[in-house]
């Protein structure tokens, strides 16, 4: 079973604009992982947000976290025709196994 | 350095055979884990190696799935008598250390497995 749910599944926008995505979880948490995964290859970490922070920032990159709605979101600015990927927020399960509990992800595709 | 490293990147088998698929964690990384992503979806634990001791497993779909990593480095994921829902691609990942739940993980590209 899957904790997060990324919305919008999919994104289109413009080479240029900035594109938004948005996760929620179900559990608490200690901290909130987004990575991002290209066709065929796999998932790279972009940010770690822990659970007493609410906004994050790496290059384009601006990651906010809200505890009390149980929801983060991703904000990529500037977009770049390479930022073309699929974007997941993942969440570790604090009792017990290490492991990240994925969403679905969204589709993010940067036209020309 | 280099990255993980998943091998083959493809592999057809049909239904019934024993496939084996194998990890090369980043050198010293003391987590390893195993991922299996269906077409469209986010990845779904499998299973969790902290060094050569396998500490949760409770990801695996069936008996017919079964992993190991015998010196603490390289992994070896088995699905033995495959079906045609085992067909996703395996992803596996390692991190530095024991507290990995706390760091990034760093995924290799995968094994695309096809059951046909």
């Known amino acids: 079973s899957q904790q997060g749910e990324e919305d919008p599944q999919a994104l289109s926008i413009q080479e240029g604009e900035n594109a938004t995505m948005n996760c929620s979880y179900k559990?608490?948490?200690?901290?909130l992982q987004w990575y991002r995964q290209n066709s065929g290859r796999g998932l790279v970490h972009l940010i770690l947000?822990?659970?007493?922070?609410r906004e994050k920032h790496s290059g384009r990159l601006r990651v906010t976290l809200d505890t009390s709605k149980k929801s983060s979101s991703l904000l990529i600015t500037a977009s770049r025709a390479a930022d073309t990927a699929s974007y997941f927020c993942?969440?570790?399960?604090?009792?017990?196994?290490?492991?990240?509990?994925f969403g679905q992800g969204t589709r993010l595709t940067i036209n020309p | 350095g280099a990255g993980v490293s998943q091998s083959p990147r493809y592999k057809v088998a049909k239904r019934g055979q024993d496939v084996a698929l194998r990890c090369d964690p980043i050198?010293?990384?003391?987590?390893l884990f195993w991922y299996q992503q269906a077409l469209g979806q986010g990845p779904e634990f499998l299973t969790y190696?902290?060094?050569?001791?396998?500490?949760?497993k409770s990801g695996l779909p069936s008996d017919r799935f079964f992993a190991e990593r015998p010196e603490g480095s390289v992994s070896t994921l088995k699905i033995q008598r495959t079906q045609q829902e085992d067909s996703a691609v395996y992803l596996c990942?390692?991190?530095?250390?024991?507290?990995?739940?706390?760091?990034?993980?760093?995924f290799g590209d995968g094994t695309r497995l096809s059951i046909l």
């Open positions: 990942a390692s991190s530095l250390v024991r507290t990995a739940s706390n760091q990034p993980q760093h």
């Open positions: 050198s010293g990384h003391v987590s």
């Open positions: 559990t608490s948490i200690n901290n």
């Open positions: 993942a969440t570790p399960i604090i009792q017990g196994a290490q492991k990240l509990v």
């Open positions: 190696f902290q060094n050569e001791a396998q500490l949760d």
């Open positions: 947000i822990r659970s007493n922070e």
